[in-house]
């Protein structure tokens, strides 16, 4: 037989404990405050017809797509994201639901990227849609469930640029730029790579390229100094109120207890669905790649053949996030006790079961080592740094309790079963 390569596929990763279960715990809290603000999950698939990103993924998450042929023949491809089917599903399953449809997912998504730190060819995605609403209201409340998730799992030290990608669609649109040119330039903005954003720029007669170059000197918290700074880089009058609208989510949001929030003129995201304001969460130390984005798109669903309905959503990193957390020291917030219980008897499994869903309803972890093997089951167990350990032989089901033995202080008692929970419990 060949040798099997053990290694997963190149920009893949296995991830193993504690990196796992910090990881789900960081899913499981987006869930949960998700679903405090009154977002519903959904669940989809993985595999999607190329169709639904080749519109409007923009030309860089296009190029970086897992795309290939399923055995009828169909082209499909693997999510580089989830606001495209999130999309579709709300076209084809949630549109008639009383509005606005509020909804989450977290899952992975596929890019065909070049793998380095924080950036991976399968990485896992936390998100939010909010579908049907076109105020403001709707954009500050994305930031403020974002603000409560990294205040809940103890993310501090992150800024959030806000933009508006108005102000590019509707200059370039004034200066008669075809819409996949449109996307070309934008995903050099979104690169920071002005220049080549410029010179594209300059093939069209009526474009003035160098309103781009001032936009981008235009950033900061002082809704003012932007508005000047907006004008005196030539932005015309008819596009100044997406200017005064990021002055005025930069107020509203900074007097909300957002660590640092500031506007960027110069500020494009990639994905070409994107209308209105847009925001990306920077993490200020370690990473400097952002851990989320998202913004308003306003358009995706009619372009999909639904009627007109203004949406607006973010996704977070969870990898990044991971990543940027461990670098800054962190470890889990919540840690539950564990205890290996271990039984000395082999027929006695309504016993153990009792004691062991005593503790298991109480939140503790009961780990049933499989052996009647105390020494093994002990030395597991403070390897694995568990906090207890319970001992059940013959003796302990007859007077009705069991040993304790506590693995941090190595001290041991017997307890009832009843004392077990309290005693276990009230240790943390
Ligand atoms: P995005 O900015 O392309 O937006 O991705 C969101 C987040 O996914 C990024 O900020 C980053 O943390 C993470 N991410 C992206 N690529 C990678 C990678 N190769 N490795 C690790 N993490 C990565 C979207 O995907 C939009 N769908 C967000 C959105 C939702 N807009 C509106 N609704």
Redesign the pocket.
Same mark, same amino acid.
Request: neutral net charge; glycine residues 8%.
């Given at each position: 037989m060949p040798k099997i390569r053990l290694e997963p596929v190149r920009g893949m990763r296995d991830i193993i404990p504690e990196e796992s279960t910090e990881i789900l715990w960081l899913e499981r809290k987006f869930a949960e405050v998700a679903e405090l603000y009154g977002y519903e999950p959904v669940i989809a698939p993985t595999v999607e017809l190329f169709s639904l990103f080749e519109v409007k993924s923009g030309p860089e998450?296009r190029r970086s797509m897992y795309v290939f042929q399923d055995k009828a023949g169909r082209t499909v491809c693997l999510r580089?994201?989830?606001?495209a089917s999130m999309a579709r599903i709300y076209l084809r399953r949630l549109q008639t639901l009383p509005k606005p449809v509020k909804i989450f997912y977290v899952g992975s998504?596929f890019?065909y990227?070049e793998p380095q730190r924080?950036?991976?060819?399968e990485?896992i995605?936390a &998100?939010?849609?909010y579908l049907g609403e076109e105020g403001v209201a709707a954009d500050i409340e994305l930031l403020l469930l974002i603000r409560d998730y990294l205040r809940e799992i103890r993310f501090v030290d992150y800024s959030i640029k806000l933009g508006h990608m108005g102000l590019f669609r509707d200059l370039f649109s004034m200066w008669g730029i075809p819409e996949d040119v449109q996307d070309e330039i934008i995903h050099y903005i979104d690169k920071k790579e002005l220049e080549r954003a410029t010179t594209l720029l300059s093939e069209y007669p009526k474009a003035k390229p160098e309103v781009i170059n001032e936009l981008s000197k235009c950033k900061g918290s002082d809704p003012q100094k932007l508005t000047s700074c907006a004008e005196s880089a030539g932005l015309p009058e008819e596009v100044m109120k997406h200017v005064e609208l990021l002055a005025h989510v930069t107020k509203v949001t900074q007097a909300l207890g957002i660590p640092e929030v500031y506007a960027d003129l110069g500020f494009a995201? &990639?994905?070409a669905y994107?209308t209105g304001l847009i925001f990306?969460?920077v993490p200020k130390k370690a990473l400097s790649?952002?851990?989320?984005?998202?913004?308003r798109?306003d358009t995706l669903v009619s372009l999909y053949g639904g009627p007109a309905t203004p949406a607006?959503?973010?996704?977070?990193?969870i990898?990044?996030?991971h990543l940027t957390l461990k670098e800054s020291g962190w470890s889990l917030p919540e840690r539950k006790i564990k205890v290996m219980l271990v039984s000395l008897e082999s027929d006695i499994y309504g016993y153990v079961d009792r004691v062991a869903t005593a503790l298991r309803s109480a939140g503790v972890v009961v780990n049933v080592f499989p052996r009647p093997k105390l020494s093994s089951a002990l030395r597991v167990a403070s390897e694995k740094g568990y906090d207890y350990a319970v001992i059940i032989g013959r003796k302990e089901v007859e007077g009705g309790y069991v040993t304790l033995k506590d693995l941090r202080e190595r001290k041991q008692k017997i307890v009832t079963v009843e004392e077990l929970r309290k005693e276990v419990v009230k240790a943390e």
């Amino acid at each position: 037989m060949p040798k099997i390569r053990l290694e997963p596929v190149r920009g893949m990763r296995d991830i193993i404990p504690e990196e796992s279960t910090e990881i789900l715990w960081l899913e499981r809290k987006f869930a949960e405050v998700a679903e405090l603000y009154g977002y519903e999950p959904v669940i989809a698939p993985t595999v999607e017809l190329f169709s639904l990103f080749e519109v409007k993924s923009g030309p860089e998450i296009r190029r970086s797509m897992y795309v290939f042929q399923d055995k009828a023949g169909r082209t499909v491809c693997l999510r580089p994201e989830l606001t495209a089917s999130m999309a579709r599903i709300y076209l084809r399953r949630l549109q008639t639901l009383p509005k606005p449809v509020k909804i989450f997912y977290v899952g992975s998504a596929f890019r065909y990227e070049e793998p380095q730190r924080g950036r991976y060819r399968e990485f896992i995605q936390a &998100g939010v849609e909010y579908l049907g609403e076109e105020g403001v209201a709707a954009d500050i409340e994305l930031l403020l469930l974002i603000r409560d998730y990294l205040r809940e799992i103890r993310f501090v030290d992150y800024s959030i640029k806000l933009g508006h990608m108005g102000l590019f669609r509707d200059l370039f649109s004034m200066w008669g730029i075809p819409e996949d040119v449109q996307d070309e330039i934008i995903h050099y903005i979104d690169k920071k790579e002005l220049e080549r954003a410029t010179t594209l720029l300059s093939e069209y007669p009526k474009a003035k390229p160098e309103v781009i170059n001032e936009l981008s000197k235009c950033k900061g918290s002082d809704p003012q100094k932007l508005t000047s700074c907006a004008e005196s880089a030539g932005l015309p009058e008819e596009v100044m109120k997406h200017v005064e609208l990021l002055a005025h989510v930069t107020k509203v949001t900074q007097a909300l207890g957002i660590p640092e929030v500031y506007a960027d003129l110069g500020f494009a995201r &990639g994905l070409a669905y994107y209308t209105g304001l847009i925001f990306e969460i920077v993490p200020k130390k370690a990473l400097s790649l952002s851990v989320g984005g998202g913004g308003r798109y306003d358009t995706l669903v009619s372009l999909y053949g639904g009627p007109a309905t203004p949406a607006t959503g973010f996704a977070l990193g969870i990898d990044r996030i991971h990543l940027t957390l461990k670098e800054s020291g962190w470890s889990l917030p919540e840690r539950k006790i564990k205890v290996m219980l271990v039984s000395l008897e082999s027929d006695i499994y309504g016993y153990v079961d009792r004691v062991a869903t005593a503790l298991r309803s109480a939140g503790v972890v009961v780990n049933v080592f499989p052996r009647p093997k105390l020494s093994s089951a002990l030395r597991v167990a403070s390897e694995k740094g568990y906090d207890y350990a319970v001992i059940i032989g013959r003796k302990e089901v007859e007077g009705g309790y069991v040993t304790l033995k506590d693995l941090r202080e190595r001290k041991q008692k017997i307890v009832t079963v009843e004392e077990l929970r309290k005693e276990v419990v009230k240790a943390e």
